[in-house]
C-alpha cells in the first residue's frame, strides 16, 4: 500500500514536471499561441485555464526509460500587453503585428523528461560527471551495445532563453526560435523551424505541423553522451544533429467550454541513436479526450 501511495505520488510529480519543463507534446500549440494573441485572437489581461482528460502516451526512447500515461493534463496561460506566461513558458513582446511576432522567451529544457525517474528525490538530483578520453567507438559497434538510464547519472534540469520569430499569412504561421542554455548545465543551444496551418472542416479544428530541431553538440553530448565512468565502452559523444518532427491537433467543439481533443507528435531521434542510450529512433505523443475550458 505505501508503495503504490509512492508511485501515485511520484506520477502526479512527474506530470507536474512535464507540464513545467514542457514536454515535447505542445510546444507547437504553445508558441502558435504565442503568435494568435498579436493577431487579436486570444483575450489579454486574463487567465486562460483548461484541462485534458482522457488517454495517451508519452513514448519513451531511451533504454530503462518508462513511458508516460497522459491520463489529466491541465493548461495555464496568461497573456498581458507585453509579458505572458504559458504553460511553464515566460515571455516578452517586443513586436506584434498582423504578421510578425518577436518575442523573448524562456523554458526549461524538455530533454529532461526522458530520464525523469519515478522517485522524486531524483528529479533534481545536482550531480556531475568528470570523464577523459579513451579510444574511439565505431558506429557498427554502437549499434550492438545498450546502456540504461539507470546505469547513469542524473540529468539535470536546464533553463534556456532566446528568442522566437512568427510570420503569420492568412491560415499559416512560420516560426523561428533559437534558444541557448542561461543555467551553465549543458552549456549548448538549440533552434527550431516549424510550418503550422490551422484548417476549419465544418465543426472540426485541425492544425498540422511540421518542424525540425537543431541541437547542438553540447547539448546532445550532455543528455545523451557518455562519460567513461557510465558506460564499459569508454566516453561517448553524440555530436551535433537535426531532428524533424510531424503534428496533429484537432478539435469538435461539444458546447461553448467543452471539446472532444485529439493530438499526435512523431519526434525523429535517428540522427543521435549512435547513443548506446537510445532504443528506439523516435519518440511519439498521442492522446484523446476531452478538453474543458474553465
Not at 501515485?8 to 505542445?26: E, H, K, N, P, T
Not at 496561460?77 to 506584434?96: I, P, T, V
Not at 545498450?146 to 532566446?162: E, F, Q
Request: net charge negative; hydrophobic share 40%.
Amino acid at each position: 500500500m505505501k508503495s503504490q501511495t509512492i508511485r501515485m505520488c511520484a506520477a502526479v510529480y512527474v506530470l507536474i514536471g512535464i507540464l513545467v519543463s514542457q514536454a515535447s507534446a505542445d510546444d507547437s500549440t504553445r508558441t502558435e499561441r504565442e503568435s494568435r494573441v498579436a493577431n487579436q485572437q486570444i483575450d489579454t489581461q486574463q487567465w486562460h485555464l483548461s484541462i485534458n482528460t482522457g488517454a495517451g502516451v508519452i513514448t519513451n526512447p531511451l533504454h530503462g526509460g518508462d513511458n508516460l500515461p497522459l491520463i489529466v493534463l491541465p493548461e495555464i496561460a496568461f497573456y498581458g500587453e507585453k509579458w505572458f506566461f504559458d504553460n511553464g513558458r515566460l515571455g516578452y513582446s517586443f513586436q506584434e503585428s498582423d504578421t510578425h511576432v518577436v518575442n523573448f522567451v524562456t523554458e526549461f529544457n524538455p530533454e529532461t523528461r526522458f530520464f525523469i525517474d519515478f522517485h522524486p528525490s531524483n528529479v533534481f538530483a545536482l550531480q556531475t560527471s568528470n570523464s577523459f578520453i579513451v579510444e574511439s567507438t565505431t558506429s557498427n559497434e554502437l549499434a550492438e551495445k545498450s546502456v540504461s538510464t539507470s546505469d547513469i547519472k542524473k540529468r539535470r534540469w536546464a533553463l534556456d532563453a532566446g528568442l522566437s520569430y512568427h510570420y503569420i499569412h492568412n491560415n499559416h504561421v512560420i516560426s523561428l526560435q533559437a534558444l541557448a542554455d542561461v543555467s551553465g548545465v549543458y552549456k549548448g543551444l538549440r533552434s527550431a523551424l516549424q510550418w503550422q496551418s490551422h484548417h476549419r472542416i465544418g465543426n472540426l479544428s485541425v492544425a498540422p505541423s511540421l518542424g525540425v530541431w537543431y541541437k547542438s553538440a553540447r547539448l546532445n553530448d550532455y543528455f545523451y553522451g557518455l562519460s567513461a565512468k557510465e558506460s564499459s565502452y569508454g566516453e561517448i559523444d553524440v555530436g551535433s544533429s537535426w531532428q524533424p518532427y510531424a503534428k496533429i491537433d484537432a478539435r469538435w467543439p461539444l458546447s461553448e467550454a467543452n471539446s472532444l481533443r485529439f493530438h499526435l507528435a512523431y519526434y525523429d531521434y535517428s540522427a543521435v541513436d549512435d547513443s548506446p542510450l537510445f532504443e528506439h529512433t523516435y519518440s511519439m505523443t498521442a492522446f484523446i479526450g476531452f478538453n474543458h475550458i474553465f
